[in-house]
């Protein structure tokens, strides 16, 4: 091996000044050389070309000249000097490799004590040890080759020279472009084409080199060098990333090897998950500005609006049959007679009437409560259908606030699912199944008790119905037609009746049964209404707001700190246990962060050394 260097080449590399501050990119190379870009010089050229060469008149270290040697995976050559001599020879895994396999790797190593000692033949021994670790092919042309392997590797093979007289540099030598053809068949021109060059003949080198760079190229280089090491934008992108790093792992949470981690890391993931719910029921989207840009995460603006709908519904098309005005009812319109007159004003015009058919031979001065509750469950068998669909929107709601709650409060896609499944499987579940039954209870109370209320809502509707019924019987005693009325109906209107007409009025002949019907439909239409506003805000305060919402044992409080410390050993590695690529993953960002905070070091170390 040639153990001198080229006349010029060198030249400032090696001074003592610059070696402290190459040792420092020989480092920085070592721990984050894949991760950001690094001061290096570039050697180009076609296959054959003579790169190797520039290297081995660099460094002193002989490649190969054998033609299935020639490079097939980066190289480092660094050289030290050293007190000693010695060269050794390592493989340096790639990143992306298994453990088995990088520590496979890591066992080769090949060691000379002086760089004598490491000639052609063992060299070239030593590249045919490597490229058999590494699967290569050996690249002979031939009809048969046993485990050809691959063409070329991603791991680095590493050779350190040290020696008093060495200079400080590293070097990296890189595969070229290859083409690849089947073996046992070729032709004259591919084979013309790809045949190797032959090797520079070593008589002219100095002509080779001379012309290939100068003392103050490399002074240039140097210079470049520890311009770049003092730069602050190189502090700052190795900071940059290791905060980066440092956020991946602080948002995995502590190590979840035991049971003790593993419940005090859902502990934590509760405690975040209540302080959203909390937000969420008070309307507080200022706290988590991020998850609560989406709109389906704002719960309680959704839950108000889907209680306005439902209330609207019930009321549109709760009722079997609509309770219509009629106009034209009353008695007869006998003619004017003179006599006294009475001033009557007129308190309302709003009369209705049922077309529900009614048993004639009900009571004359009141009819039976059965009656009363039949015919209202009638008239109220639409709202079991409109109170599911309500109800099954809201489970809908919450359900989609829950997911979306765990998956912002769990970096851990496998401990999101895991929850998702157990909660809402298990315990989100029972609570929607509990409400669904609590709506039921209350549509039983509702319709199939006895009519009941306290409310005097009930008695003024009932006066004001049977009230406009009197009045629509004044209005055509008095001979006032319905088109006048219209045009009058921001007016208050008085009307003229003589002592025959209110006669008329009071002995109106009515059959039992029209007067029955007419009472029927003023008393169901009167408890209609109390119960349906009833019915909107019980269902509504008691299944959605409490069931669904604000429950000690409702859906958004399942996730608490007593259902996390009720898990068992089982489950708590069922849920928060790490799989095997979460410990990976955790385990290279601990490697990254020592990486950068080591090259942090060197470079807080560089500048103040450069200061």
Not at 122 to 141: A, M, T, W
Not at 361 to 380: D, H, P, R, W, Y
Not at 452 to 477: A, P
Request: charged share 25%; proline share 4%; with cysteine.
């Amino acid at each position: 091996m040639n153990s001198g260097f080229v006349n010029g080449v060198n030249g400032g590399l090696g001074e003592r000044g610059n070696s402290a501050t190459l040792d420092k990119v020989d480092k920085l190379r070592e721990l984050i050389g894949s991760r950001i870009s690094l001061p290096q010089l570039v050697v180009v050229g076609d296959q054959s070309s003579g790169k190797s060469s520039v290297l081995e008149g660099i460094t002193g270290f002989a490649f190969p000249r054998d033609a299935e040697l020639c490079t097939r995976y980066a190289t480092q050559i660094t050289c030290r000097r050293e007190d000693f001599e010695s060269v050794t020879v390592t493989i340096v895994p790639h990143e992306d490799t298994n453990q088995d396999e990088v520590a496979r790797l890591k066992r080769f190593s090949r060691t000379w004590n002086t760089s004598v000692e490491m000639d052609n033949v063992k060299l070239g021994e030593v590249f045919r040890d490597v490229n058999q670790e590494l699967g290569i092919s050996s690249g002979r042309r031939g009809p048969v080759e046993l485990n050809p392997g691959n063409a070329f590797s991603q791991h680095l093979l590493k050779v350190e020279i040290s020696s008093p007289n060495q200079e400080h540099f590293t070097v990296i030598d890189v595969p070229g472009i290859f083409r690849t053809e089947t073996l046992g068949e070729s032709t004259r021109r591919s084979h013309l084409s790809q045949k190797p060059k032959p090797e520079r003949n070593p008589s002219d080198y100095p002509a080779f080199w001379a012309g290939l760079t100068t003392e103050n190229d490399i002074i240039l280089v140097r210079n470049m060098v520890m311009t770049y090491m003092k730069d602050f934008r190189t502090m700052s992108e190795v900071e940059e990333e290791l905060r980066t790093l440092s956020d991946k792992e602080r948002a995995m949470g502590p190590p979840r090897s035991d049971s003790n981690s593993q419940r005090a890391y859902l502990g934590s993931l509760c405690d975040q998950f209540q302080s959203i719910t909390r937000d969420a029921l008070n309307g507080n989207y200022t706290q988590h500005v991020e998850f609560f840009s989406k709109e389906s995460h704002r719960l309680i603006t959704r839950i108000v609006e889907l209680d306005e709908q439902f209330s609207a519904g019930i009321r549109a098309y709760g009722h079997t049959r609509a309770f219509t005005n009629k106009k034209n009812c009353g008695p007869i319109v006998l003619p004017k007679k003179k006599g006294k007159k009475v001033l009557v004003d007129e308190p309302g015009r709003l009369t209705s009437e049922s077309n529900n058919p009614i048993n004639p031979s009900i009571e004359l001065s009141k009819f039976n409560g059965s009656l009363l509750a039949t015919v209202f469950m009638e008239q109220s068998k639409n709202w079991q259908a409109l109170t599911k669909m309500y109800i099954w929107i809201a489970s809908r709601l919450v359900e989609s606030f829950l997911k979306g709650a765990i998956g912002a409060v769990c970096p851990d896609s496998q401990v999101e699912e895991e929850l998702c499944e157990m909660i809402i499987r298990d315990h989100v579940g029972i609570s929607f199944a509990s409400a669904e039954e609590h709506a039921k209870l209350l549509l039983k109370m509702e319709r199939g008790c006895p009519p009941w209320t306290l409310n005097d809502y009930f008695n003024d509707n009932l006066s004001k119905n049977q009230g406009s019924r009197l009045v629509s019987n004044i209005r055509k005693v008095a001979g006032v037609a319905s088109e006048t009325l219209e045009e009058w109906h921001s007016e208050k209107i008085a009307h003229t009746l003589t002592e025959d007409q209110l006669q008329s009025i009071a002995t109106y002949n009515q059959s039992n049964a029209e007067n029955m019907q007419e009472y029927i439909h003023d008393v169901l239409e009167s408890y209609y209404k109390v119960s349906m506003k009833r019915f909107i805000d019980n269902i509504s305060l008691h299944v959605v707001h409490h069931d669904l919402l604000y429950a000690e044992s409702g859906p958004l409080n399942v996730f608490n700190s007593k259902f996390v410390h009720g898990l068992g050993e089982a489950q708590l590695e069922q849920i928060a246990g790490e799989s095997s690529l979460v410990r990976i993953e955790r385990e290279r960002l601990a490697q990254d962060i020592a990486s950068f905070r080591a090259a942090f070091d060197v470079l807080k170390g560089t500048s103040v050394k450069s200061s």
